[in-house]
């Protein structure tokens, strides 16, 4: 008989190692190896299944994009990239309470009552438990078909068996292989779990849903092999708030970055149509260390209001500190303040944070912040009238950003009346007079700045 093999295990990454060390190789987290028994491999290598052969990519049948299905919220279909892409894999995750299994019920029954065939099978959750979320939420009552298991193998016969068109499976951190080694929810459980998932939802054409927990650094619970393996990854953002974001970091089907935005009710999500209202400023009068950006996210542009806060430091290190946006880009505008328009943060605490929980990437709100940086310090105020767009360079350029039709439409949308952005941006001729915000350029970031002092 042949033996088992034991080996160690990252629980951060996956990555596997013969004997016990103290920090992984791969992802550099401390104390992070388990020991897991793998059985033995077969002798054979022959394939036992199905024979599959290479075809024509001429051949090859596209599918329409009109067979999409709805998910009943606009919101939900724009991160999904216009609706459910017939089988395919999404995994959604997020911080325990945030809503996952709110959203994903709410959408079952709204398949059900469109004459798809559901199954909601929960791993964490009784029965009972579910019956009772489905009373409090507002969508139309249908019966979905529920299951209360944690055994991979008695999920695919019942997959087998029923046949679904939309399986979702609550959590994917509480399903085991009774013969696979490990606790339910570690990394050899994961992967084991999630690949003969999706790769029945591949074989028998279903769409799946994963429902996946975040670590405490807000990744996705498991090996970072389950974000490559699905085919689109969902997160959810802002639990200390009402609302909830949820964005689309990995789409094959869509554009990726894309976020929805919904609002937590006692009876579930409701989605919001004017989402740039709610991270606008609501002050009456101008605010120091507050200005207005326009971010572009994923085929949305939003407008945003940026918060920043300049103090002397009364200790030895002054304080960096971000809340939705980078720690690094901060540094960077920091430095370029000081060397391009003789601004001292040395001796001062800094503090950054984009309003209503919303976490951006986009470069070109490098300007709002420098300017909302310039402000806090000066102690004036900026016009609440204004928008800023533009990306900073490393020689205090204001340089290009992409979307500036869409992004000075939303502006004049909300009532913007003057916009600050890059020459290269800056309409010409005819295209000037679509819009009738007042159009400032600025090619350096002491342009706009130095003058005001």
């Known amino acids: 008989m042949a033996k088992t093999k034991t080996v160690y295990i990252c629980q951060k990454c996956g990555f596997q190692t013969s004997k016990w060390m103290g920090r992984c190789s791969d992802c550099g987290e401390w104390n992070s190896f388990a020991e897991e028994a793998v059985g033995p491999k077969g002798a054979s ?52 309470g945030i809503g996952k299994s709110t959203l994903l019920l709410q959408m079952m029954l709204w398949l059900q009552q469109k004459g798809h065939n559901a199954l909601y099978i929960s791993g964490e959750e009784s029965l009972q438990q579910i019956k009772n979320r489905a009373d409090r939420l507002r969508a139309p009552q249908k019966d979905v078909l529920v299951l209360a298991e944690t055994n991979v193998a008695e999920i695919e016969y019942q997959l087998e068996t029923l046949k679904p068109d939309v399986v979702v499976v609550d959590s994917v951190q509480a399903i085991y292989n009774p013969d696979f080694s490990g606790a339910p929810g570690n990394v050899g459980q994961v992967r084991e779990c999630a690949a003969r998932l999706f790769q029945m939802a591949k074989e028998r054409n279903f769409t799946l849903f994963l429902i996946g927990h975040v670590t405490k650094e807000g990744s996705v619970a498991g090996p970072k092999i389950l974000e490559h393996l699905v085919d689109v990854v969902i997160y959810f953002e802002g639990n200390t708030q009402q609302h909830r974001i949820i964005r689309a970091i990995k789409n094959r089907f869509g554009a990726a970055n894309e976020l929805g935005v919904f609002e937590m009710h006692n009876d579930g999500l409701r989605e919001l149509t004017n989402v740039s209202n709610l991270f606008l400023n609501p002050h009456q009068g101008p605010v120091v260390g507050s200005s207005i950006v326009c971010s572009y996210e994923g085929s949305r542009p939003l407008l945003v209001e940026v918060q920043t806060l300049v103090s002397k430091s009364n200790y030895g290190t002054p ?102 952005l890059p020459p290269q941006n800056m309409p010409g001729g005819s295209d000037r007079k679509k819009f009738k915000i007042m159009l400032s350029p600025v090619t350096l970031v002491s342009e706009l700045l130095l003058p005001v002092r």
């Open 45 to 96: 290598g022959k394939s036992k299944g199905k024979k599959s052969a290479p075809i024509p990519l001429s051949k090859v049948q596209a599918e329409d994009a009109g067979k999409r299905s709805s998910t009943g919220s606009d919101e939900f279909n724009r991160v999904l990239g216009g609706g459910i892409f017939p089988a395919s894999v999404v995994l959604l995750a997020g911080e325990p």
């Open 319 to 420: 304080q960096r500190t971000v809340s939705g946006f980078d720690q690094r880009r901060l540094s960077l505008i920091l430095a370029i303040l000081e060397k391009y328009c003789q601004q001292d943060f040395g001796y001062h605490d800094v503090f950054v944070k984009v309003a209503g929980g919303l976490r951006l990437n986009d470069p070109g709100i490098d300007l709002g912040v420098a300017t909302a940086l310039y402000s806090s310090l000066q102690e004036q105020a900026l016009d609440t009238d204004a928008i800023y767009v533009g990306e900073v360079g490393l020689g205090g350029e204001v340089r290009p950003v992409s979307f500036i039709e869409q992004r000075l439409k939303e502006a004049e949308k909300m009532g913007f009346r003057q916009a600050y």
